[in-house]
């Protein structure tokens, strides 16, 4: 297969850390706290697990193999190797979209994240109680221009990190904010540690439950591990498309996957102490990060500084996650229209602000914004979460499992032979068989739920 000359991560090194960064965000700072604590705490933790390393890597290598065979982005890559007259170019312009709607709701929450990083510097939560928190979210979020300037900033340094390239912009800054976004939650885990409640804590998040475990505690885990990966959003097949023939995409996956549930795991390690001691409920979501933990932090010893580096902990999470969806979006429009990469990323930015702002205007009290009775926001993230990433995945893994050849298949994971097929026949089996099965689980779970 001609391959056109474009860029690849130099090192594989690299690749898990620009990868990890797509999948890591805020989602596995709140998110996974909440799912473990409504499911079993250490039980959901085995569960999430298993299906990660099961189901998760297995999708993730799917898409890693779409992308590096082309060498290509979501719509180029379905064309280079299904051709031109069949629908499954459609299923890469579905991931396409989906990453562009998916980054104008997120943008939203990544102008907060500045926002109050900007707030906790200034100070504005010292002294003060959790109504008095609650009323500077609600006033911020209401504010007629703050949450949008917070949102266009954050979306410029996006657009500038992307237009540097894959290894001067992306690979560059993905390894120096992950092991940052580490060492910050290493910090912040030992603070939690020092707290009253930490033991009680502790023991609810690895101490399994197992009287809990039921189907909805497995369906919630295959979706935690589905969208905590960035699995049918595009992401995964266009870093793909930069993963060197020489590299192992297996170990790469797993390695992700690992990377990514040891995060969620900080994210326990950091939040269950603080809940147990201060009688907080970990299922908070949105309001855990923005009003109650803020609170938290002034009530402990040098809580200004903790309160600054957790609100930087949630910039540098949501920024690795936006430069990988304006990358989908960047890619496809360098190759599909044949424009320069800096060209791409400001007019990608500049439609994704569009729609974006009026997500963030659709937060504001009396709104109008509001379509069959949801803000913008919430239409954007249910139509995502609920059809195109569910959809794009299931769709992803019936076109490796049984559109490609096998042959091909073994070929890319096994680098053309060079590595041992073993595990990769065991792999194979899973996306064809049992993937779409999990997918179609989440996916009919999701429309019942």
Not at 19 to 36: K, M, Q
Not at 223 to 237: E, K, T
Request: charged share 10%.
């Amino acid at each position: 297969m001609a391959e056109h000359k474009r860029e690849n991560f130099s090192s594989k090194l690299g690749i898990i850390m620009a990868t990890a960064g797509s999948a890591l965000g805020l989602g596995n700072i709140y998110r996974f706290p909440c799912e473990a604590g409504a499911n079993g705490g250490g039980a959901f933790l085995i569960v999430y697990l298993v299906v990660a390393l099961l189901i998760g890597t297995p999708l993730m290598i799917s898409e890693f193999v779409i992308g590096r065979r082309s060498k290509s982005n979501p719509v180029g890559a379905f064309r280079r190797l299904a051709g031109k007259k069949t629908v499954w170019p459609a299923v890469g312009f579905l991931g396409v979209l989906c990453a562009f709607l998916i980054l104008a709701f997120y943008t939203t929450v990544a102008g907060w994240t500045l926002g109050y990083l900007g707030k906790s510097v200034a100070g504005h939560f010292s002294g003060q109680n959790l109504e008095q928190i609650q009323s500077q979210f609600v006033s911020f979020t209401n504010h007629p221009w703050l949450p949008i300037v917070c949102q266009l900033l954050f979306l410029i340094l996006t657009a500038f990190v992307v237009a540097r390239g894959v290894k001067d912009g992306i690979e560059r800054y993905s390894k120096i904010l992950m092991p940052l976004l580490l060492v910050i939650m290493v910090v912040l885990c030992v603070k939690s540690l020092t707290l009253n409640g930490a033991a009680d804590g502790l023991k609810f998040f690895f101490n399994p439950d197992f009287s809990k475990l039921n189907g909805r505690v497995l369906i919630g885990a295959l979706g935690q591990s589905f969208f905590s990966l960035s699995i049918g959003m595009g992401a995964l097949i266009t870093y793909g498309s930069y993963i060197s023939k020489d590299d192992n995409m297996t170990t790469s996956a797993v390695s992700v996957v690992l990377a990514d549930t040891f995060v969620a795991v900080l994210a326990g390690v950091i939040i269950f102490p603080a809940a147990f001691t201060f009688g907080i409920q970990p299922e908070a979501g949105a309001s855990l990060a923005f009003t109650t933990l803020p609170m938290v932090f002034q009530q402990m010893t040098g809580g200004y500084f903790f309160c600054l580096i957790f609100f930087l902990l949630l910039v540098i999470a949501t920024l690795t996650s936006t430069i990988s969806l304006l990358e989908v979006i960047v890619a496809a429009m360098t190759e599909e229209l044949k424009i320069t990469r800096t060209k791409a990323a400001v007019i990608g930015s500049l439609v994704t602000a569009v729609i974006g702002v009026f997500a963030t205007l659709s937060f504001r009290e009396g709104s109008a914004l509001h379509i069959s009775g949801r803000t913008v926001f919430d239409l954007l993230d249910h139509i995502t979460a609920s059809y195109f990433m569910p959809i794009g995945g299931l769709l992803i893994v019936l076109f490796v499992g049984w559109r490609m050849k096998r042959a091909d298949l073994l070929d890319e994971m096994t680098n053309g032979g060079r590595l041992k097929v073993g595990v990769n026949k065991v792999i194979a089996f899973i996306i064809r068989y049992i993937a779409p099965v999990a997918i179609a689980v989440i996916f009919v779970s999701q429309l019942v739920g």
